[in-house]
């Protein structure tokens, strides 16, 4: 008796775990953080950035989200050796904290294009001409369940946009109260 009341007590207890666990998964988490449709290349500021736009769907928060790019496209070396899929990175903010976000409302990510730029010498021709890919990956916390979660999106050079800017997405309206 003593010890099918131990099984018992064993077994309820897996079985309450496993299914507190497929509970408390983020299922399609990611699929509510929402990239922008295109990236757009244009200045702000004085200086030629890329941006692109990120929003959380759900009410729930991701908390400590943090972003980062890589773009992938051929590279010759100085030896003359091609590397086809060469991944350089792409600066976000890092150095500034601009690659943690906060995502209450979409957020407009920032990459200044300099001298360290992968875009550096791209004209808006050459956007066209060049065979790359721009992938942007965004990871953070479900705030309800503590787990990870990572979504992912890619640009092409079709897909950036030269001269471009996002509309403004949050307007704030002051509103009149009469006292009486």
Request: with cysteine; hydrophobic share 40%; glycine share 6%.
């Amino acid at each position: 008796m003593m010890f099918q009341s131990c099984f018992g007590v064993i077994c309820q207890a897996l079985m309450t775990g496993i299914v507190f666990a497929k509970l408390s998964r983020p299922k399609k988490r990611a699929e509510t953080l929402m990239f922008s449709k295109n990236a757009c290349l244009c200045k702000q500021d004085g200086e030629l950035c890329l941006i692109f736009r990120v929003g959380d769907m759900r009410k729930s928060q991701i908390v400590e989200a943090h972003i980062r790019s890589v773009l992938i496209k051929k590279k010759i070396t100085k030896e003359g050796e091609v590397l086809p899929l060469y991944q350089f990175d792409v600066n976000l903010g890092f150095e500034e904290g601009r690659d943690r976000l906060f995502l209450v409302w979409p957020v407009i990510i920032v990459h200044k294009i300099d001298e360290t730029s992968p875009f550096w010498e791209m004209s808006p021709d050459d956007l066209h001409r060049e065979q790359f890919e721009l992938i942007v990956i965004l990871e953070g916390i479900v705030e309800s369940t503590g787990m990870t979660t990572q979504a992912r999106s890619s640009y092409l050079p079709g897909e950036i946009l030269w001269g471009h800017r996002f509309e403004r997405l949050v307007t704030f309206k002051k509103r009149m109260a009469s006292i009486r």
